[in-house]
């Protein structure tokens, strides 16, 4: 039988130390051990070395060479090996290797001698073992803590210094090179303030013979025919290099260190055998940072970042050709940015993404528009606002300028914020001290500190904020006067093309347009600020722009063989671009109707059910119907576990109201912590697009362009990055609308739901089940609390909370008969108590510590509500909220009971409590009950935002 002799050192110094030769031909190397013991010498054949390899991982050349020998030899007798962590570094790997030799009845050597199967032996093994792993540990540690303790002494850890910095090797710490630091500061000068993009900086920094740090020339063809490379042979400026240079935020006086950490893979390189290894991104809060001369402000290092993203969007692809309104131009249809293209015959289109052959989107037919009939009507409509500003800024003088009573609420937040901001600098110092008298640890210093300086740079930004509101007060009319100056000086040259060019235009028109909207034969001009939002909407006739609409297709003399062949190139190819959208299916019509429409739009549905409290087995019922609707459409179904949760936040805020003498709304709440809240959380986390429900409900942008289209498209990427600017809308459906019960979902989360049938009547969703082959189409509509089932809600009252028998009175405060307890009933409530009247009464009081209600017939006074008020705002609308912030009357359409009718008002807010008066006529049985929603909307149907009363 023949000996295997295997050896391993982890790096090149082990290698220089003879570590090798100490493990095979030294004194007490494994050759003398066979010689000692009386046991096959290994021949060169035999002795397997691994020089450079870590014992972390079992991917080693020399190893893996000699497990195959074994696998397949069976004259192998003897494993020889110096030590148990030459085999590898953790038990794990250790045991691997000897349970492969086990099997071949081979037996283990070390320099201590073999390794028996007896308890002791074994036992010896693993504390070997776990000595070894400890060492390894040990080290790592040690490592780490010396890099650790050198970081936190403000030393540079490893790498090379930035452009604009050298080392001082003596201290450790950068320092500034002078010549170098000034061209930073010159780059993003030109940057931030002369607007010179990427391109012209590199032809600057060649023209004034400054070469980089690292960037050497490249004596390649493509290089030598790069502009500025023959005249100026020097180190060249990359685009890359330079781009580095402006988004690096250690500029600023901050590098940090340890930003990523290295993860090995069971993989092996193919070319050196060693494992792969991935570099992956710490997160920022364990970063080490480390301070170093600043060379840039953090606002001008910001303002670089934000040109950046600004340049990006208006990148020019074509460099012949100057589009005026290149990004401007929106499709109302599907809200894709319209694309430039000239043809051969130098007639320029604009035309929407939605045509192009590598987007996911269906061709929405959205017209092609020529650039020299709509360019015109923007830039006429850029030229009225410069020569009439008056009217314009009129009105923007009397929304800037702020009232006195404002300002002085104003300045009273300043002096706390300043006050705040004092106290954080004073528990700043007091946790260093703590620190310094090792009362804390590093890590909680570093926490505490991160905390304290987060809170602070809030406040800062909002005292900024403040202040700007209040400087307006004061330069607003100056700034006003100086612009209308300069539009009149401007309009005597506007028509002189040599002052006026393509490139002024454009920058012109940059300034002052937010966006250009084409709806079907509309235009829509939006400004920015100060401007008002909308400037201009006016149809597009034929004689504007002759040929526009000629079927919806193409517009004048365009070469239509190029442009089929340019936006069909990939017509039949599969795409796996799907917006990803989980639907909340709850076993309804409505819920399956909505994943119905979503697949057949072209999303990747996955359905969920939502298991919440279950009283009678509903829930298992509704799960099983669910279910029933995902084998139907084939779309995979999952089920979320919330029933827990569902108690907490639903089952138990109804019962403690109703115990309390209010009466809550359970599927408002519902609705923004389990639907919109908990599912919202789980289907983002899990990389959802979107969720969708089956509410008879709409969003849409605030320029009218709803997110979902029953027979549409699917929504960009773009606009499910929106957020803000969506409303919520009542549905299409006045009898089924239920935008009542989600005032409560944060606006933020708009962007991403989507709510299928909110456009649809229910006998058209009915309908669309029926096609669709779902059994739901017969199904009918649940009524009552969801999660009782056909369990009643009295009884379920009756089982929760404590009630007896009580007297119903009159208003005079007259006994006119018994009731089952005070805590089951509502306002309004017009059944369910004995009287001895006779008459049909409603219960317009009760009292829950007195067990009484108070009932009055019909046309009694009491049935009259001429104020009532609201607590626990959710705004939904900006202007509604900064109009009743700034404490001003808002006249609305409101609603305080489902599917009641709406009815005018009028609302104010005083210390966040909203007051609301009914008109005269609408005064009469509203019933606004405490621990309802009062939900409030514009004429055209938007919501804009709720309460809950009080």
Not at 137 to 146: D, S
Request: aromatic share 10%.
């Amino acid at each position: 039988m023949k000996s295997v002799l295997y050896a391993r050192v982890s790096t090149e110094e082990q290698k220089n130390n003879q570590t090798i030769d100490t493990q095979i031909h030294g004194i007490g190397g494994m050759l003398q051990y066979a010689n000692n013991h009386k046991l096959p010498v290994p021949d060169e054949s035999m002795v397997f070395i691994d020089d450079g390899f870590s014992g972390a991982t079992l991917i080693r050349p020399a190893l893996t060479a000699l497990r195959d020998y074994i696998k397949t030899h069976d004259d192998v007798g003897y494993f020889l090996v110096y030590d148990a962590d030459r085999i590898g570094r953790d038990t794990y790997n250790q045991l691997i290797i000897l349970e492969e030799l086990k099997k071949k009845n081979i037996t283990i050597h070390f320099k201590t001698g073999e390794l028996g199967t007896t308890p002791n032996d074994k036992l010896l093994f693993t504390i070997l073992s776990a000595f070894s792993e400890f060492e390894r540990a040990k080290i790592m540690e040690r490592t780490h803590r010396g890099m650790k303790r050198r970081i936190e002494s403000g030393k540079f850890n490893g790498g090379r210094p930035l452009f604009g910095y050298k080392y001082n090797y003596a201290q450790g710490k950068h320092e500034l090179d002078d010549n170098e630091s000034k061209v930073v500061k010159m780059i993003y000068d030109w940057y931030t303030e002369d607007k010179l993009n990427i391109r012209q900086i590199q032809a600057k920094l060649f023209e004034l013979k400054i070469p980089t740090k690292y960037d050497g020339l490249k004596n390649t063809e493509k290089n030598k025919k790069m502009k500025g490379l023959k005249k100026y042979p020097i180190g060249w400026w990359s685009e890359v290099t330079i781009r580095n240079v402006l988004a690096n935020e250690a500029y600023t006086g901050s590098w940090h260190c340890c930003k990523n950490y290295t993860m090995k893979l069971e993989v092996a390189n193919l070319r050196t055998g060693k494992p792969k290894v991935r570099q992956l991104k710490r997160p920022r809060e364990e970063w080490f940072p480390i301070a170093i001369p600043k060379i840039v402000s953090e606002e001008q290092h910001k303002k670089a970042l934000l040109q950046a993203r600004k340049n990006l969007m208006f990148a020019k692809r074509c460099t012949k050709q100057t589009y005026l309104l290149q990004g401007l131009i929106r499709c109302g249809k599907d809200g894709l940015v319209y694309r430039g293209h000239q043809e051969k015959s130098g007639v320029i289109y604009y035309y929407c993404k939605s045509r192009m052959n590598n987007t996911p989107q269906e061709n929405c037919h959205s017209p092609y528009v020529r650039a020299d009939q709509i360019e015109p009507i923007v830039w006429n409509a850029v030229k009225s606002i410069l020569s009439s500003p008056e009217e314009v800024f009129n009105a923007f003088r009397d929304e800037s300028v702020l009232n006195e009573d404002r300002a002085k609420s104003i300045e009273g937040r300043l002096d706390y914020i300043n006050s705040a901001i004092n106290k954080l600098e004073v528990a700043k110092k007091r946790i260093t001290e703590a620190f310094k008298a090792e009362a804390m640890t590093l890590p909680e210093f570093r926490k505490e500190k991160t905390d304290i300086e987060l809170s602070e740079e809030k406040l800062i930004s909002e005292r900024d904020g403040l202040m700007n509101k209040l400087n307006v007060q004061h330069n607003v009319n100056a700034k006003i006067d100086l612009f209308q100056g300069t539009c009149h000086r401007f309009l005597s040259k506007i028509n002189d093309p040599k002052i006026v060019t393509e490139r002024l235009k454009k920058d012109i028109i940059k300034l002052i347009i937010d966006e250009v909207v084409i709806e079907g034969e509309k235009i829509k001009i939006f400004a920015t600020i100060p401007f008002p939002n909308k400037i201009e909407e006016r149809e597009i006739s034929r004689k504007d722009l002759p040929g526009t609409f000629n079927a919806g297709a193409t517009l004048g003399p365009i070469n239509q063989t190029k442009m089929e062949r340019i936006w069909t190139k990939h017509k039949n190819t599969d795409t796996t671009l799907k917006p990803k959208v989980f639907v909340a299916l709850s076993g309804g019509v409505d819920s399956s109707v909505a994943a119905y429409l979503l697949k057949k739009q072209g999303y990747e549905v996955f359905g969920v059910f939502i298991r919440g409290y279950n009283v009678d087995g509903c829930q298992d019922r509704e799960a099983h119907d669910a279910r029933r609707v995902a084998e139907t459409l084939h779309t995979p179904f999952y089920v979320l576990d919330f029933e827990q949760e569902y108690y907490n936040r639903v089952v138990k805020y109804l019962l403690d109201g109703y115990a309390q003498g209010i009466t809550p709304n359970p599927d408002v709440v519902c609705n923004s912590e389990i639907k919109f809240g908990l599912l919202y959380e789980a289907a983002i986390k899990l990389g959802a697009d979107a969720i969708a429900s089956g509410h008879y409900a709409r969003l849409c942008r605030e320029f009218s362009i709803f997110n979902f289209s029953p027979f549409g498209r699917p929504p960009t990427e773009r606009q499910f990055s929106i957020g803000p600017k969506y409303k919520l809308q009542a549905g299409k459906d006045a009898n089924k609308d239920q935008s009542y019960f989600l005032w409560q979902i944060p606006r933020e989360r708009f962007s991403k739901i989507l709510f299928p049938i909110g456009g649809l009547k229910k006998s058209r969703v009915r309908a669309l089940a029926k096609k669709a082959g779902l059994f739901t189409a017969t199904k009918k509509d649940s009524q009552g609390v969801c999660f009782l089932g056909k369990f009643s809600f009295v009884d379920f009252l009756k089982q929760h909370i404590p009630y007896g028998q009580g007297d119903v009175i009159d208003t005079s405060g007259k006994k006119i008969g018994t009731h089952e307890g005070a805590v089951l009933y509502t306002l309004g409530q017009r059944h369910g108590f004995h009287n001895a009247t006779g008459h049909e009464l409603f219960v317009v009081a009760r009292d829950v510590h007195k067990n009484t209600i108070t009932v009055a017939p019909e046309g009694d006074v009491a049935l009259y509500t001429s104020i009532f008020t609201a607590k626990q705002i959710n705004f939904l609308d900006e202007n509604f909220k900064n109009k009743l912030q700034n404490r001003e009357e808002v006249f609305v359409f409101a609603r305080v009971r489902y599917r009641q009718p709406l009815f005018k008002a009028r609302v104010i807010m005083r210390e966040e409590v909203l007051t609301i008066y009914p008109e005269k006529k609408s005064q009469y049985k509203l019933f606004p009950t405490e621990g309802q929603s009062v939900v409030f909307y514009d004429k055209k149907g938007a919501v804009l935002g709720g309460g809950v009363i009080r």
